[in-house]
């Protein structure tokens, strides 16, 4: 395992409006390339979306039973691919912040792993819900994405891993409202419209909205750092062991 040369953990991360935008860059171009392949994906297998909308709204109860199944798998490994690819891109254009890819990549594959085993109820209990459904696939990339992103931050600087949480858990709520608001606005289209909003709007908001909002926050925080604001700074048990025999030996001089 390496470790950082200077970083020390004693600031937060200030990114520059450059490295924001590439940020963003990346989310959007991830995310794009999932939608894509969920695009490729649907051309295989659209006509069982399909038909249980159809089915939906003559109701009619026989769904296909495999659908379930197939959308939680999809959620799975187009978020499981994409937060991988995330934190490559991450690791190949910010090494000396996201310096340690083996933890980051196991945790990441830990943490999918675990949603997969928790959302995998939800998806057979409204196996009869197709429109709930989707609703859950497009929750299931969202955090799937949202709950990476901490992960991504955490390991890169745990000593301020509450503000990470703070600014990705806004632009987690952001995303959700914005995938609600197209999900109201397709209530009066047709299957196939309603199945790529459902389908493909999730990444490309996750992956892009999450980054961009936390890279703002970043920066508010910085400014803050710089004022000498540091409310969200978590010492380490080695720092809090040193504050403590500090302030000992301070009782002890007195």
């Known amino acids: ?58 109701e009619v109860a026989s769904a296909n039973p495999l659908l379930p199944i197939i959308l939680l798998f999809i959620g799975f490994l187009s978020t499981f691919i994409g937060n991988i690819a995330v934190a490559g891109a991450y690791s190949l254009f910010y090494s000396k912040k996201y310096y340690d890819i083996s933890k980051t990549l196991g945790l990441l594959f830990l943490t999918n792993g675990i949603l997969f085993f928790i959302l995998a109820p939800i998806y057979l209990i409204f196996a009869g819900h197709i429109e709930i459904l989707f609703i859950v696939l497009g929750f299931h990339v969202v955090f799937s994405v949202f709950i990476s992103a901490c992960q991504i931050e955490f390991t890169a600087n745990p000593n301020y891993a509450w503000s990470a949480l703070m600014g990705n858990v806004l632009w987690f709520a952001f995303a959700l409202l914005m995938y609600g608001l197209m999900y109201k606005s397709s209530l009066s289209s047709g299957p196939e419209q309603k199945i790529y909003v459902f389908m493909l709007l999730p990444s490309i908001l996750a992956y892009g909205l999450i980054p961009f909002g936390a890279g703002i926050w970043e920066k508010i925080y910085y400014k803050a750092y710089e004022l000498g604001n540091n409310g969200f700074y978590l010492p380490s048990p080695g720092e809090q062991s040193e504050e403590a025999t500090t302030a000992d030996d301070e009782i002890n001089v007195e």
């Open 1 to 58: 395992m390496s470790s950082p040369a200077t970083n020390t953990f004693n600031e937060p991360s200030n990114l520059s409006g450059r490295q924001l935008v590439a940020k963003v860059v990346i989310g959007l171009a991830i995310g794009g390339i999932i939608a894509a392949l969920l695009f490729v994906v649907m051309s295989f297998v659209g006509t069982m979306f399909t038909s249980a909308f159809g089915q939906q709204s003559q």
